[in-house]
């Protein structure tokens, strides 16, 4: 939901492999912020059977889902978190079980998608700035590895995450803003972006400190180089046919 | 704040509102105005979360209208929106000399606090003398456990247990609620505690229940306890704050509409703000 893009939606559609997929929102990050809410129907309900789903208004009939939260959300084929606050978001899941449910959502082959708070829940270990310090954040692990966003946003962004991984955070991604990592199963397939001359990074700890190397992200605009994004783990583990998780992970600033 | 690092049991308060204050009674502040008299600061520092209604702007705007042009120093603290403030967490908490915490879901509420440690840090402010103030789930969260709609239908909770025994709140405003209560507290699930009306607030001083008000006339409180598993209840009386003003302002009927109002705006999605 970039302001002047669709195009990670849009291939975030594709991978739903649906002519009109069921997806849902989760606000949670933003609290639910209303116009959030009314920036995904807008830009999902004509292609989608869209719903989003309201840990805040749980008492109020607000327009999302309310009764029973695991049947809906496990009924979709896309499930589409935004951003703002890792923390708060996870902190509000846990307390309703939707942690739980996510889990059994990504077992099930529901793609799982999001921008910012939206890609960093879904890794084991997360980098989160908010309220002074950088912190370390356990997500939901899904993907073993730990990740951080609108890592151009900022330029101690670069130096707080390389400082993270050398002090033990685990390896991980980097992506910056108009990018996005693409996992199948565990394994990053593909890194695609909205914008041209955009990167993810693979950080890891080394002997002396850390090594980051730069990955190529296919720009999926027309001047893109390619139409169809490169595979970056041919020889990697691609999930079993009956069996085929995904979560797409991208980053790029919270359009709140 | 510059006080001492813990302040005498007396000096330490919780105001818990049944409803009421900016967010429910945009013409009526007597609440709000009780609620800057508890402290001795000439201009005391204010500090709003609005946690548990996930941050909403009507909320925010609601607390600056009725603070801004009061003797005090009104901010709003995050937990979804960095903005620019990044100043730490204990830093900003400590500094205040009133709390007022809005209301919403008390599930999220906790979560989110504790999530962050806010809950430690809130607990701190309270033994430092901070005022803590509250409605609806922002009063509930300081006692042993309260009623929620946090997840649709109501049901007990547990809160922070700052204060002993439970409490529910818009015993008038919203009916389903209170049979919840009674019914927690017949079973044992909740202790014995609070029913508040919209309007009511309960002063603690330390542990204590002090003074019980109002901003409305007729609106009460009960006082309900389980002994030998029957419901033991007691009508109490608050003390009407000030003068009520003209006419129906600050009655019920304006603050239902009011609360439909807020809702109407909380339901967003076909309103006009995307």
Redesign the interface.
Known sequence: MEKDSSLLDDYVLSLAGQAHPRVCFLPTASGDADHYVVRFYRRFSPECEASHLSLFRRDQGAGGIENDLEAHLLAQHLIYVGGGSVVSMLGAWRAHGLDAVLRKAWRKGIVLCGPSAGSLCWFREALSEFHGSSTRVRGLGLLPYSNCVHYDAEPARRAEYHRFVGDGMRAGFAAEDGVALHFRGSSLEHVVSSRPGAFAYRVEPAEDGVVETRLDAAFLGPEGAAPDPPALAPGGAPASPAFAPAAFACTRPLAV | MSGPDVAAMEDRAVFAMGGGGFAMEPTNALLDDFVLGLVRAKQPRILFLP??????NAEINAFRARFADRICVPEHL?????GD?????R??VLAQDIIYVGG??M??L???????GLDRLLLEAWRRGTVLAGLSAGAMCWFEGGVT????RPGPIEGLGLLEGSLTVHADGEPERLPAWLAGVRAGILPGGWALDDGVGLLFRGRRPERLVSSRPGAAALRVDAIAGELVRHRLEPELLGAAPDGPLGGLDEAVQELRRV?L???????E??
């Open positions: 946690t548990a209604s996930g941050d909403t995050s937990l979804f929106r960095l403030a990044r100043r730490p967490l830093e900003t919403g879901s599930r999220n906790l979560a989110i606090w504790r999530a962050h709609c946090s997840s649709g809702r705006l909380r339901q967003g999605i076909t309103g703000r995307g």
